[in-house]
């Protein structure tokens, strides 16, 4: 499974770059034949921006034959990035977040918790949470030549707010995640290979992954990988001997291809896919593949499609099930809303 994704990120990458490579404008192309090498960038000091953008979509129905559930969902998101270029030295940061909200069905709803869904026991039917991420990465840099750069970088992943079972939507059971439980990210050392200023490629061969699961009864359970506590039932009674684990740690290779461009007018494509290969459990590939796809209607109207694949050898999808259950974890939205960007061109 990991080897096909991988086989169709590398292959949609090479598409999409040779693609834009094509499109270009004809400006572009009088400076690219000057040259086949990339010109020094000169110093530019501190580059600043990002853009802001929210989508809300509302569907009703009214005597509808053919059937249908009311729907409204709401979703803001934000990316930020600040760039600085001195000499040989290179530092880039980019945060990207985003969270959503959803209500199927009508604004009151039949108490479910009712016995016989009594009509006259009505209550507010609340929005559940669709969409919350906070995703972070740095990269400091060294110039070697026009094209590669000596690298450390650092990254974290995780979500803002406690998430729950889907169909627990009074939140009534305990939370499956929340803030930094789970939190996953790296800090490696490599080479940065740049060949255009919309395209990278950085490898490491020293690559720390880190897993933090820093809610003490997710890390009990064992959620996310990390060691679960562990128990003395003699007595009958289960008696925690030995608290889980908040922090899992594993030692290998890592890649990390990056390509952000306008492929077409009004239409610009973020794509960022990320392997990591545990030394200890050679094959085993972690896979995170994000891409966004906005195309601009007008100056503040975008229609956004996302979409996110993630792999992880060491999660369990389905808790529920006997055993480890590995599974490819999937996530899109499309939308259309207002959008503005703000600062330095990228």
């Not at 985003?98 to 039949?110: E, H, L, P, Q």
């Not at 559940?128 to 060294?142: A, P, W």
């Not at 690298?151 to 974290?156: D, G, I, K, M, R």
Request: charged residues 20%.
């Amino acid at each position: 499974m990991t080897n096909q994704i991988i086989k169709a990120a590398l292959a949609l990458l090479f598409f999409v770059h040779s693609f834009s490579v094509s499109a270009q404008d004809d400006d572009v192309k009088k400076k690219a034949s000057e040259a086949n090498v990339i010109k020094e960038v000169a110093d530019t000091g501190w580059k600043k921006g990002g853009f802001f953008n929210t989508n809300i979509s509302n569907t009703t129905f009214s005597n509808w034959a053919q059937g249908g559930t009311n729907n409204v969902a709401f979703i803001a998101s934000t990316s930020l990035f600040a760039i600085y270029h001195k000499g040989v030295a290179t530092w880039e940061s980019y945060l990207d977040a985003a969270y959503g909200i959803v209500r199927n069905g009508k604004s009151r709803m039949d108490d479910p918790r009712t016995p016989g869904n009594v009509s006259d026991r009505e209550i507010k039917n609340p929005f559940i949470k669709n969409e919350d991420k906070l995703v972070f990465l740095t990269k400091y840099g060294r110039k070697i030549n026009d094209r590669f750069n000596y690298s450390a970088l650092a990254s974290l992943n995780t979500q803002l707010f406690p998430g729950y079972e889907a169909e627990d939507i009074f939140r009534e059971k305990p939370i499956i995640s929340n803030l930094m439980a789970q939190g996953f990210g790296y800090v490696s050392i490599g080479i940065d290979y740049k060949p255009t200023s919309y395209f990278s490629i950085y490898a490491s061969p020293l690559t720390l992954k880190y897993t933090a699961v820093l809610d003490q009864r997710l890390a009990d359970a064992g959620a996310y990988g990390v060691s679960g506590a562990e128990y003395d039932t003699t007595s009958g009674t289960a008696v925690r001997t030995k608290k889980g684990s908040q922090l899992r740690l594993e030692l290998g290779c890592y890649l990390n291809l990056n390509f952000k461009k306008d492929i077409a007018k009004n239409i610009n494509l973020q794509s960022r896919l990320e392997l990591f290969n545990n030394y200890k459990t050679m094959g085993n590939i972690d896979v995170n593949w994000q891409n966004t796809l906005n195309m601009k209607v007008n100056k503040f109207v975008t229609v956004s499609l996302i979409h996110q694949m993630l792999y992880d050898d060491d999660i369990d999808t389905n808790p529920v099930e006997e055993g480890i259950q590995r599974r490819l974890q999937m996530k899109s939205f499309f939308g259309v809303g207002f959008s503005a960007k703000f600062g330095d061109k990228l």
